[in-house]
């Protein structure tokens, strides 16, 4: 059944998760499509066919326990346990991301980081101590870390890709600003401010006349 | 015209825009679809669909002038200027953005930098100021910013983008970990780093069996 879902619904549950976390983090215990829907900005009708796909979560009148569908997405999302994440790069942007206190409660936890400057080897970022690159392969295996953020330059990507998904990585999250080769049975998802930014810029008015 | 163009579409014009700077960097003139297809992961008649809302970009056996391309790219996507960018928040995350090399010659350029914390106003990242966020709206309206970029903490996330609007930012990407309420006629963008490892984790066996 999970395989026939489409990876846009996959995609907005845990938008949806989110959303009722800060609801209970406000306080409340119950809350509504509709509800959930102004908060987000997606229609009512969209959540309750999203979440349809899994079971009946919510009752008419009642709504939804929030609660309860928490556990139920984070059982959906395999979320109940924390997922080892292994940061690969500890530039500026490498060191946000391990310092970066939102992987708490929502499934993961930044267990490694590594780099391959001699200067950064061995000094701490948190609690963490950056590794040598080159004990890249042994720690993923022996530690079964099965997912991590690449924040490593462009043209060290695909390479530190390529040394990622044969150390048996199976999920990339990669700040590098290139489309990456990656094997299937591997996800890979991408995230560059700079496509985000050119993608809204479209609908915008130039800052001077093209005319 | 440009109305009727759906927003998946536009949204890969920047991914297909990367790549045509890649190949002409290594040294490429033109390309095809079936080249562009095979080292994005998209098939050749999903990016001559695309394409083809625009005009008539290849030739059937030559395919693409890739500089005429990206030349028409930039231009479909108003990246001819460089659009000034306002970062708000300092921070790790803030200043990685404010040192990111990636949006010279990419249509941005970040041009002013804020944040509340004392210590921070005054000092410089890369060649700029950090700036008394109590400047934000004035700074804003007087530079003509029409782009921002939001890194400050959840819990003033919300606080901090209506103060945007109101100066007048017509576009924000927010890397606040929340859904934020903003008017028709500004766009948004999330970069949430635990949202994509959710949605790829829906795909992994999980690290403690379930069962």
Redesign the interface.
Known sequence: MANSIPDIV??R???Y???LT?LAEEGKTTTSSQELGR???ISSAQIRKDLSHFGEFGKQGTGYHINYLVDQLR???????????AVVGA???G???A??Q??AH???RIARIFDNDPQKIGTKVNNLTIQDISELEETIQNA?I??A?LAVPANHAQETADRLVKAGI??I?SYA???L?IPEGV?I?Y??????????????????S?D
Request: net charge positive; glycine share 8%.
């Open positions: 996959i995609g549950l845990p938008i998760l989110r959303e800060r908060r987000l900005g059982q959906i999302l395999h979320l109940t346990d924390e997922w080892p994440v530039g500026l942007l060191q946000a991301i310092r970066y939102g992987f929502r499934g993961f079964d099965k997912i953020i199976k999920a999250l600003p290139i489309s080769k996800k998802s995230s560059d401010p700079v496509i985000q930014l050119q993608q809204m810029a479209y609908y915008l008015i130039p800052p001077i093209q």
